[in-house]
């Protein structure tokens, strides 16, 4: 085993380690776990007629298909060490991405940032002419301004040591506002393409420079005491209004319960849940991250004895003085990769392509700024920028393509880049760790790292593959215009994974 290889699997092993917080999925117990084996650069090279016997194996297994039945398939498969190409079919083909595209935001992110990048939340006490006053340190000052920095994953926990931290300053009255500064972003929540009816859910959050549990609050409904009556509701963190119709059901009924939100921030909930049944749970996109950012702040200073006024309708940026109370710096890059790749984590996704704009050409950082350094790092590659469309960072823009080709350049530049490692230890592999199915059980099993993409017909993979003899190779498999069965789509990808690997 080279040292390379020998650090991945320590990557991999602290990956592993993570707490629950990290939302990774594995395929089961871990007795169940295929043992990890990291792509190599040692291995024979792959000859001439093994080549050809590949093509001609691939080939047939993909022919007539019944899994791909009038499906659009595209496949690429390179020798990661020569880039020399084992087997293409339809390779310059543009195919709808779904989150496979988040390839291309975190490695941009990557190649940008650097990966001891650190997003920064800070609250400062600011001066704002004719507002009531802070008194702090003998000195009169206008307004508690949180300053977002395009955290991810900062968290209600977070907001709370604020809250704290304001409170062991001394300050024990707020007059004047407790504001949310989140102008690092501009205002726009989704990007072109996406599904309007997709808004209501967390997959669907609304991007800001000030985030707070990604913009998601917790539902949990449960049956009341008698047939007929409303549902008991909680929401957590308590600070979101939700009006409920939901009744509860007879015994053994299904539960239908789901969640429609209003501009006006509040939750709706209708449908019925059976007597007897457990808590449902449904995780909800706020309408307003900016107020639902305050909303939380002002119940943990208030939980932490300090007496919040009703805020004003004022732009921090109009501050003439501001002191700092308060900072917090987010995991770097490579600890949050994972934690973007392996949940496949669309919120992250827009946030990162925003945070690209705001780097790169200035506030705000906007989704069009960010697409635009990445055509000029996509340029750099070598990559047409014909050959794809940039709508968003996740891959849940309708308007999103690029080549089986364009994914297999990306992931040999950060094959041969000084973050190879961080990028194996933030992919799933297919049964052992993540969102990978049809694996486990398959020689593949431990030896594929890569990203899926899975939405309405259309189903990717990309990443790498640990071959047993031949070192590691980088691939792409694109399906869209597809209709069939996913579990037969996954056994047939299993397939052909197994037999590159196995060669």
């Given at each position: 085993?080279t ?6 699997l ?5 990956i592993?380690?993570q707490?629950?917080g ?6 089961g117990?871990s007795?169940t776990?295929a ?10 090279p ?8 590949l093509?001609h ?12 039945r009038?499906a659009?398939v ?6 990661t ?10 390779a310059d083909?543009e195919f ?9 935001v975190?490695?941009?992110?990557l190649?940008?940032?650097?990966e ?12 704002i002419?004719?507002?009531p006053?802070i008194?702090?340190?003998g000195?009169l000052?206008?307004a508690?301004v949180?300053?977002?920095g ?7 926990r ?5 809250a704290?931290?304001v409170?062991?300053?001394g300050?024990k009255?707020?007059r004047?506002?407790v504001?949310?500064?989140a102008?690092?972003?501009d ?7 996406w599904?309007w ?17 990604e913009?998601v609050v ?5 049956p009341?005491?008698l ?10 963190p308590?600070v979101?209004?939700v009006?409920?119709?939901v009744?509860?059901l007879?015994?053994?009924a299904?539960t ?5 939100p209003d501009?006006s ?17 449904i995780?909800?996109?706020v ?7 305050r909303k939380?702040l002002?119940a ?5 004895g300090?007496?919040v006024?009703?805020?004003?309708a004022?732009d ?6 501001t002191?700092r ?6 995991p ?13 984590d669309?919120?992250v ?6 945070e690209?704009?705001f780097?790169?050409a ?5 989704t ?6 990445e ?8 990559i047409d920028?014909s050959?794809l469309?940039?709508a968003?960072?996740?891959g849940?823009?309708?308007?999103d393509?690029i ?5 297999v ?8 880049a ?10 799933p ?7 990978i199915?049809?694996?486990a059980g398959t ?5 594929v790292f890569?990203k899926?993409?899975s939405m309405m017909?259309?189903?990717?993979l990309?990443g790498?593959l640990?071959?047993?003899h031949?070192?590691?190779v980088?691939?792409a498999?694109?399906?869209d215009d597809w209709?069939g069965s996913?579990?037969d789509?996954?056994?047939?990808r299993a ?5 590159i690997?196995?060669?």
């Amino acid at each position: 085993m080279t040292r390379r290889a020998r650090l991945s699997l320590t990557l991999f092993a602290v990956i592993l380690a993570q707490p629950a917080g990290a939302q990774t999925s594995s395929p089961g117990p871990s007795s169940t776990r295929a043992p990890i084996v990291a792509p190599s650069t040692v291995g024979d090279p792959w000859t001439p007629d093994e080549t050809a016997t590949l093509q001609h194996d691939l080939d047939a297994l993909l022919a007539g298909a019944p899994a791909l039945r009038g499906a659009h398939v595209g496949v690429l498969a390179s020798d990661t060490r020569t880039g020399a190409t084992l087997y293409a079919r339809n390779a310059d083909d543009e195919f709808q991405p779904a989150s496979t595209f988040k390839l291309l935001v975190g490695s941009a992110a990557l190649e940008k940032l650097g990966e001891d990048y650190r997003f920064r939340t800070t609250a400062s006490l600011a001066r704002i002419a004719d507002l009531p006053g802070i008194a702090h340190g003998g000195v009169l000052w206008g307004a508690l301004v949180v300053h977002g920095g395009g955290d991810p994953f900062l968290s209600v926990r977070d907001i709370d040591n604020l809250a704290l931290a304001v409170a062991q300053s001394g300050i024990k009255h707020i007059r004047g506002p407790v504001l949310i500064d989140a102008s690092r972003y501009d205002r726009a929540p989704y990007a072109p393409g996406w599904t309007w009816d997709d808004f209501t859910y967390d997959y669907a959050a609304k991007a800001s420079a000030l985030t707070v549990d990604e913009n998601v609050v917790h539902v949990h409904v449960a049956p009341g005491a008698l047939r007929g009556g409303p549902a008991r509701v909680s929401v957590d963190p308590p600070v979101v209004a939700v009006a409920s119709s939901v009744v509860t059901l007879a015994r053994g009924a299904s539960t239908s319960a789901d969640v429609d939100p209003d501009p006006s921030g509040r939750l709706h909930l209708s449908g019925g849940i059976a007597l007897g049944a457990g808590r449902h749970a449904i995780d909800a996109a706020v309408a307003d991250p900016q107020a639902y950012a305050r909303k939380v702040l002002v119940a943990r200073l208030r939980a932490h004895g300090v007496d919040v006024s009703r805020a004003r309708a004022v732009d921090p940026r109009s501050a003439s003085e501001t002191r700092r109370i308060w900072k917090h710096l987010s995991p770097s890059l490579s600890e949050l990769l994972p934690r973007f790749w392996l949940p496949s984590d669309n919120l992250v996704g827009e946030m990162l392509l925003k945070e690209l704009g705001f780097v790169s050409a200035g506030t705000p950082g906007t989704t069009l700024k960010g697409i635009a350094y990445e055509e000029h790092w996509l340029q750099a590659l070598g990559i047409d920028l014909s050959t794809l469309t940039l709508a968003d960072g996740c891959g849940m823009s309708q308007y999103d393509r690029i080549t089986p080709r364009d994914l297999v350049t990306i992931l040999q530049h950060d094959w041969n880049a000084s973050y190879r490692e961080i990028v194996l230890a933030a992919l799933p592999v297919g049964g052992a760790r993540g969102t990978i199915e049809g694996i486990a059980g398959t020689p593949a099993a431990g030896r594929v790292f890569a990203k899926t993409g899975s939405m309405m017909h259309v189903r990717g993979l990309a990443g790498y593959l640990a071959t047993q003899h031949h070192g590691a190779v980088t691939f792409a498999f694109s399906v869209d215009d597809w209709n069939g069965s996913y579990p037969d789509l996954a056994a047939l990808r299993a397939q052909l994974l197994s037999r590159i690997i196995t060669d």
